[in-house]
């Protein structure tokens, strides 16, 4: 991530100071917040990180504009959050300093029709759900505003380091088989091994599981094996030794594994190998 020293505009309306900030001369201003207090912010520390969006999840850290200062709250600029989807999970999460003394609320506000009507500041416990943000809202069109307040002794100053945002958008994917062990047309494979294969993601027993096969090619003789699910790895372990120079074929059908979230395996897998020869 690129770090940017902007050029920061303050402006002050009643008691409230609105930070602006742009990174250079001719872009339009943007807004960064702002911080209502009675008494003057004692400094104002700058900009350095732009939003940082990671799909998925979706996580913003909205740490760019760093201030220390007496009491007050501080208000964020509305966040869009539509590109989060379809919510699994959310979270809040920060870093301070709280002087003996000193506190610290944080709290969210959010829109759910872009920011026509907002449901109102919900104060929110540190690593905690997002108020409004359970599983299963859509957020198609939806806004986020956070709000922090500080409160100070006259000689010491709490600080908030850092606050990140996370929402962890729904599993709409099916897994899929990412490689094999032995691979498809994989030669001089030990006849007392195990089979393996790796999937892009956790997997789970699913409705054909009982129909994943392991066949010997010439006569089609299905061969007996356990088997066990380690995260996003199913082991294939025949029970008995397979015999040398021989093709198999493992098979596994559609719908054969879930996700975590249910998803089912939209298309099969098969591969073949040949074992080792007896010489
Ligand atoms: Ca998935």
Request: proline share 6%.
């Amino acid at each position: 991530m690129a770090l940017t020293i902007p050029i920061l505009r303050i402006r002050k309306i009643g008691t409230t100071y609105y930070f602006d900030y742009k990174a250079n001369n001719k872009d339009p201003w943007i807004n960064a917040g702002s911080h209502t207090t009675a008494g003057v912010p004692q400094s104002v520390g700058v900009i350095v990180k732009k939003w940082n969006y990671n799909y998925p999840p979706l996580n913003f850290d909205c740490d760019y504009i760093n201030l220390h200062y007496i009491n007050g709250s501080r208000t964020s600029p509305v966040i869009d959050i539509s590109p989060a989807g379809k919510v699994e999970s959310s979270r809040v999460l920060w870093n301070t300093d709280l002087p003996v003394g000193t506190g610290l609320t944080v709290e969210t506000n959010l829109s759910l029709d872009g920011g026509a009507t907002w449901q109102g500041w919900q104060q929110v416990p540190n690593r905690d759900e997002i108020p409004g943000l359970t599983s299963g809202t859509e957020l198609t069109n939806a806004r986020l505003m956070y709000k922090t307040t500080l409160s100070a002794t006259d000689t010491v100053t709490p600080q908030l380091h850092d606050l990140t945002i996370t929402i962890m958008p729904t599993d709409s994917t099916a897994p899929t088989v990412d490689s094999s062990n032995p691979i498809d047309g994989g030669l001089d494979v030990p006849i007392d091994g195990e089979i393996s294969v790796t999937f892009d993601e956790a997997i789970f027993e699913g409705l054909n599981f009982n129909e994943i096969t392991v066949t010997e090619n010439v006569y089609n003789t299905a061969i007996e094996y356990t088997y066990r699910i380690d995260a996003n790895v199913l082991e294939i372990a025949p029970t008995g030794n397979l015999d040398y120079s021989t093709g198999y074929t493992v098979h596994i059908p559609a719908a054969a594994v879930d996700d975590r979230s249910g998803n089912a395996s939209e298309t099969e897998c098969r591969f073949s190998f040949t074992t080792i020869s007896n010489t």
